[in-house]
């Protein structure tokens, strides 16, 4: 009986660690992920290529914008900076596998798989944010 106790007790502890392990590999803190979210042609003047950012801090996520502008140089400076002044701080949680960021509509739950992260809003096409390194 103590053997059989003994057992029971050492498979509770490795799934406990198991399980640590998971959430903590789960855990998007201290990381930067981005997605690209549109491609423009600009006035026949070249391209604008607009990308979404997540940056996780312990508690809070913050959510920017980034725009790479292949165009003539006079407008390049104008249009990689349109959008400076949107960023937005959000606070997050995991709950089983999912991420979710409070009181933001557009990003509100993702899958966390590896070193992505899937949008899972209906209202929006699946967007895959991939981690910088």
């Not at 980034?66 to 949107?86: G, Q, W």
């Amino acid at each position: 009986m103590r053997i059989i106790i003994l057992k029971l007790f050492f498979v509770l502890i490795a799934l406990t660690c198991i399980s640590l392990k998971a959430n903590a590999q789960a855990s998007p803190m201290g990381k930067r992920y981005i997605a690209e979210v549109g491609a423009t042609c600009k006035d026949g003047i070249g391209m604008l290529y607009t990308y979404r950012i997540l940056d996780f801090k312990k508690d809070s996520v913050v959510i920017s914008y980034k725009v790479l502008a292949e165009v003539i140089p006079e407008r390049k400076e104008m249009y990689e900076h349109m959008y400076d002044n949107l960023e937005k701080t959000y606070k997050w949680k995991v709950k089983k596998g999912i991420l979710i960021i409070d009181n933001c509509n557009e990003f509100n739950k993702m899958t966390i798989q590896k070193s992505t992260l899937i949008n899972k809003n209906i209202e929006m096409k699946p967007l895959v944010f991939k981690q910088e390194n």
